[in-house]
């Protein structure tokens, strides 16, 4: 069961990250990551969920009779499916993030850039 449960905390690592991460770094950012205390808290997040995943990871390798007997049908396909998730959403949340900003009209009217004059020496 801890190797179940190691792949679907790894699995909703991923996905929260790729969330965060695109919800930051889009062209125009979402209105909760000008708040300090929201952007804050799911960093905390993040940086629990990485350890506990694999914490749970080395519980499964050190006693494998354990994680054989507590073996759950059920929580295998929800793991699995989570997996899948995090596989096939995760880079489409990040292919968001990475596209340019749509362009924004130019201000034709602003003055020339100062250039050095040369002098005749």
């Known amino acids: 069961m801890d190797i179940i449960l190691g792949l679907s905390a790894a699995s909703v690592t991923v996905l929260m990250f790729c969330w965060a991460y695109s919800a930051h ?22 940086t629990m969920l990485g350890p506990l995943s694999l914490g749970l990871f080395v519980r499964a390798v050190l006693a494998p009779g354990r994680a054989v007997e507590s073996f759950s049908l059920e ?4 793991a699995l499916a989570l997996m899948a998730l995090a596989a096939l959403i995760g880079p489409v949340m990040l292919r968001s993030a990475r596209r340019p900003a749509a362009p924004r009209g130019q201000n034709l009217n602003r003055a020339p850039a100062a250039t050095k004059a040369r002098s005749a020496a």
Not at 25 to 46: D, F, H, I, N, Y
Not at 75 to 78: D, E, G, I, P, R
């Open 25 to 46: 770094r889009r062209a125009e950012p979402a209105r909760w990551t000008r708040l300090p205390g929201l952007s804050m808290l799911t960093c905390v997040v993040l």
């Open 75 to 78: 929580a295998a396909l929800v």
